[in-house]
């Protein structure tokens, strides 16, 4: 039987490849390697995780290794240290230490091979896995007090530093602050423009119109003005945790979100303040004071179109502009102030687009008057699932190839050749899958618009007119996937209500040839 080795970077590795040593896993394979060479074990395989996470859930290869190991594929699994298998909490690591058990399968490291088949052993994984969560959890907790004594001593510590500085090396000290750098001239202006009583939106175009470009993109958006007047550090302060993570659970998933956190840490810091702490709290003042609070009706949805129709010129998702002094019927425009996109009465657009519905359903209903057969897919899908078997095993063998290279059963000579035939195989293969999945895909489309589409669209063209704009939101998504909108020249007085723009409608289902 073959074994298979695991390779995976933990949190030490990766300051030590922060300090400069090699990489980690190059090391580490060669190291079992060797040690499977001299103890004459076979490889089969080799996993290697790319990504970094604590849980098995984060880890991909471990998934997929611990599948193997279930079906007993495995005689063994090497690997560097008994943590690389699982670290972050108990459910992982009983997970791991009963897979392996009830399968049967060793566990080796240079140092200790583990048979979980002697009652020893069996207690020992256990044992070294509880070792290794306690110390994972000792450092989390050291790191975390360190991160925070960083903080109230005045140091900056996250990765990026906020506009109008640079982060540089404490002297004579250690740890990081901060140094005003060409940014800082902006910061002290968009600060004065806002206690004169400019709103950020106003900041952001009298920016743009100067020439000034923020860090990211080529205009700035309000919100990153706003960003800018609500952050402390510019009066010197250090804030930390402002938006914090949160972990969730829902339906056994963890999902992180992040939201503001009122007990944030806010410290004196070491850097010099591009602002005094009067101007600041005369900003916050004023941007409190223009808050807008959010009206009841606002809560329903007054545009049928809203996330349908984007602009066609930039890319942004087209909005809807209220009756107001200016105009006097509900509008569609692009909100991009930089786009030469025209705008369009709402309902003008709203029409256009139910007609180009309406035109669909009719083409539909003239290309599937003939009954595709209900079986062509499922065929065409046994095809497709053939070819990607064969193309799975083509990727066995070509780990395989890499190995005999690695431990010198082939010469390099070899090794190019056969990988010359796999690869050659492997381009005729993935051909194959293209055409096998087009195939798929047009059948089921077929079969799928006779069956449901049809008649679905239509009760939708029923009862849309008589729908409030939110109803008619969710009845057009069920059968619109995006609308593209394109106007290029303004209407002339009296002629309101002329169509000329070009709306380009992709239904959300594949079209019948
Ligand atoms: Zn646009």
Request: aromatic share 6%.
């Amino acid at each position: 039987m073959l074994y298979a080795i695991y390779l995976r970077k933990s949190r030490a590795d990766l300051e030590a490849e922060a300090m400069g040593q090699g990489e980690t896993l190059a090391r580490h394979r060669a190291a079992l390697l060797d040690y499977a060479a001299h103890h004459g074990l076979e490889i089969g395989a080799v996993y290697e995780e790319i990504i970094s996470g604590e849980s098995i859930d984060a880890r991909p290869k471990m998934k997929q290794l611990l599948r193997e190991v279930e079906q007993g594929r495995w005689a063994g699994v090497l690997c560097m240290d008994i943590d690389r298998l699982a670290r972050g909490n108990s459910a992982d690591q009983a997970r791991v230490s009963n897979t392996f058990r009830i399968s049967g399968t060793l566990i080796i490291t240079p140092s200790k091979v583990y048979d979980q088949s002697r009652e020893s052993d069996e207690e020992y994984v256990d044992f070294e896995l509880f070792m290794a969560r306690r110390e994972y959890k000792a450092i989390s907790r050291r790191i975390m007090r360190g991160r925070i004594a960083s903080v109230k001593e005045g140091h900056f510590i996250g990765s990026t530093p906020p506009y109008g500085y640079d982060k540089v090396k404490v002297e004579k000290g250690r740890g990081f602050t901060l140094l005003p750098n060409s940014e800082s001239d902006t910061v002290k202006q968009i600060y004065s423009m806002c206690i004169s009583g400019m709103g950020c939106n106003a900041i952001a175009r009298r920016l743009d119109m100067m020439g000034v470009t923020p860090r990211k993109g080529s205009s700035w958006s309000s919100a990153s003005i706003q960003d800018i007047l609500k952050n402390p550090v510019y009066c010197g302060k250090i804030r930390w945790q402002y938006r914090k993570e949160e972990k969730s659970l829902t339906d056994g998933i963890v999902t992180t979100h992040r939201r503001e956190n009122p007990d944030c840490i806010i410290a004196q810091g070491l850097h010099p303040a591009l602002i005094c702490e009067e101007e600041f709290d005369q900003a916050q003042q004023f941007l409190n004071s223009r808050r807008i609070p959010h009206k009841k009706e606002s809560t329903e949805l007054r545009n049928p179109l809203s996330g349908l129709v984007y602009c066609g010129m930039c890319g942004s998702m087209m909005t809807r502009l209220g009756t107001g002094s200016r105009n006097h019927s509900d509008t569609l425009r692009c909100p991009n102030r930089n786009c030469g996109n025209v705008s369009a009465k709402l309902e003008l657009v709203e029409s256009a687009l139910v007609e180009g519905v309406a035109r669909w359903l009719n083409d539909c209903r003239v290309n599937v008057s003939r009954k595709p057969a209900a079986d062509t897919a499922k065929a065409e899908r046994t095809a497709a699932d053939k070819v990607r078997a064969e193309l799975a095993k083509l990727d066995s063998q070509r780990e395989r190839i890499y190995l005999f290279l690695e431990q010198g059963v082939y010469s390099a000579g070899e090794f190019r050749e056969r990988m010359e035939s796999l690869e050659k195989r492997r381009t005729q293969l993935s051909e194959n899958l293209r055409q096998a999945e087009q195939a798929v895909s047009e059948a089921e489309g077929n079969r799928q618009l006779y069956a449901q589409i049809i008649p679905s669209v239509e009760r939708v063209m029923d009862i849309y007119a008589q729908s409030t704009p939110e109803e008619k939101n969710r009845l057009l998504k069920t059968i619109i996937s995006r609308a593209e909108y394109i106007k290029m020249e303004r209407n002339t007085r009296g002629n309101a209500d002329r169509c000329n723009f070009t709306l380009n409608v992709t239904p959300l289902f594949p079209e019948t040839d």
